[in-house]
């Protein structure tokens, strides 16, 4: 663990189920001459912990019909044919900001905030993309809604199959990111090992924050881009009541960096989570689930979620609530909390078959 503030599991979460999971499987090809091209590496030590000029990164291009999209992949080490068999982790980012911001973002001086950088330390092959409209990805015409995303998570696939050689990843979403991924995991099991659906909303009854943004369902109907300019991003730390669970300075990073790709980004999410709920069906979510719920995130209630929770078929299920926390748990001061949950449910020992 590279947890800055170690603290009893029974202390800092309130879990409803609990199941064993899956096991991990496939070897790794050599690296393609694209990530070879695209690569900067550094070298590793088998077994240490690691610091930041251990991680290698690469980035790759895959289309989507004419829609070129962007993925950014982060792991300790160049990746080797001979190397033990290592778990692929893909993150799926929400409505607001691209990916490298959502899931790989510097705050100097202020401690890591890259989910990429403590998931490859722990081990993992994390990969990540930007949707249609989203910061290095094609910007369209379209409003890039839960089902263009989708759409988004298929391309990738072949990219990362075929770098890593694992048919089946471990997923994380979150906001709309966790819808995104939860309903590409009911039309493509057979890549979907364990997922976390981290702020996730299922049929948003109840919810504070999208009552406030189906007043604007008008808008998102004939806009496929809104504003998300500095007050906008600020607000995402905010509106939930607990500002003092985020560091200032996170929401000033993310607007630097975010901003470089404009102050537009488009309302697919939001009108479908405004109008068109629910995109996922439990019942058609085979693979072992993990919510995760900030105590005080308004984009869905307890009710909801729970609602959510027992019609999944899977008996390797979890619902965790994580305390001091809003919408956004990969930025807050208890984002360690966060890591803490995920990494014991993407490590849980298999099942024994009675």
């Known amino acids: 663990m590279i947890d800055d503030h170690p603290i009893a599991r029974r202390a800092v979460i309130k879990t409803v189920g609990l199941g064993l999971g899956a096991g991990l499987a496939a070897g790794l090809p050599p690296l393609s001459a694209q990530a070879q091209a695209a690569a900067t590496a550094a070298p590793s030590t088998p077994g240490a912990q690691a610091s930041a000029s251990d991680i290698w990164s690469a980035e790759y291009w895959t289309n989507k019909g004419e829609v070129k999209l962007n993925l950014w992949r982060k792991r300790v080490?160049?990746?080797?044919?001979?190397?033990?068999?290592?778990?692929?982790?893909?993150?799926?980012?929400?409505?607001?900001?691209s990916t490298r911001t959502s899931y790989d973002l510097a705050?100097?001086?202020?401690?890591?905030?890259?989910?990429?950088?403590?998931?490859?330390?722990?081990?993992?092959?994390?990969?990540?993309?930007?949707?249609?409209?989203?910061?290095?990805?094609?910007?369209?015409?379209?409003?890039?809604?839960?089902?263009?995303?989708?759409?988004?998570?298929?391309?990738?696939?072949?990219?990362?199959?075929?770098?890593?050689?694992r048919q089946k990843m471990h997923f994380f979403g979150t906001s709309?990111?966790?819808?995104?991924?939860?309903?590409?995991?009911?039309?493509?099991?057979?890549?979907?090992?364990?997922?976390?659906?981290?702020?996730?909303?299922?049929?948003?009854?109840?919810?504070?924050?999208?009552?406030?943004?189906?007043?604007?369902?008008?808008?998102?109907?004939?806009?496929?881009?809104?504003?998300?300019?500095?007050?906008?991003?600020?607000?995402?730390f905010t509106r939930d009541g607990l500002a003092n669970s985020y560091d200032p300075a996170v929401a000033d990073a993310l607007a630097d960096e975010e901003l470089k790709h404009g102050d537009q980004v488009p309302t697919g999410t939001y009108l479908d989570m405004t109008a068109n709920l629910p995109l996922v069906d439990p019942k058609k979510v085979q693979s072992p689930v993990l919510l995760i719920?900030?105590?005080?995130?308004?984009?869905?209630?307890?009710?909801?979620?729970?609602?959510?929770?027992?019609?999944?078929?899977?008996?390797?299920?979890?619902?965790?609530?994580?305390?001091?926390?809003?919408?956004?748990?990969?930025?807050?001061?208890?984002?360690?909390?966060?890591?803490?949950?995920?990494?014991?449910?993407?490590?849980?020992p298999a099942a024994v078959a009675s």
Do not use: C
């Open 77 to 97: 080490g160049v990746p080797a044919a001979d190397e033990p068999p290592r778990p692929v982790l893909f993150l799926v980012h929400g409505s607001s900001n």
């Open 107 to 165: 705050v100097p001086g202020k401690g890591e905030y890259s989910l990429m950088n403590v998931f490859a330390r722990y081990g993992f092959d994390v990969w990540t993309i930007d949707h249609e409209g989203y910061g290095r990805s094609s910007r369209t015409s379209g409003n890039s809604d839960i089902a263009s995303g989708v759409e988004d998570l298929k391309a990738a696939m072949d990219v990362v199959v075929r770098e890593t050689a």
């Open 176 to 236: 709309s990111g966790a819808i995104r991924a939860g309903a590409f995991a009911q039309v493509r099991p057979e890549h979907v090992d364990r997922l976390v659906l981290s702020a996730f909303t299922y049929k948003g009854e109840g919810s504070p924050t999208l009552k406030q943004r189906a007043e604007r369902l008008e808008y998102y109907r004939t806009h496929n881009t809104r504003l998300r300019d500095r007050a906008m991003i600020r607000s995402i």
């Open 293 to 348: 719920r900030g105590e005080h995130d308004g984009i869905a209630t307890v009710a909801d979620l729970i609602d959510f929770y027992q019609q999944l078929p899977n008996g390797d299920r979890q619902f965790v609530i994580l305390p001091n926390v809003a919408h956004s748990p990969v930025f807050s001061i208890n984002r360690h909390l966060l890591w803490h949950v995920v990494r014991e449910f993407l490590t849980m």
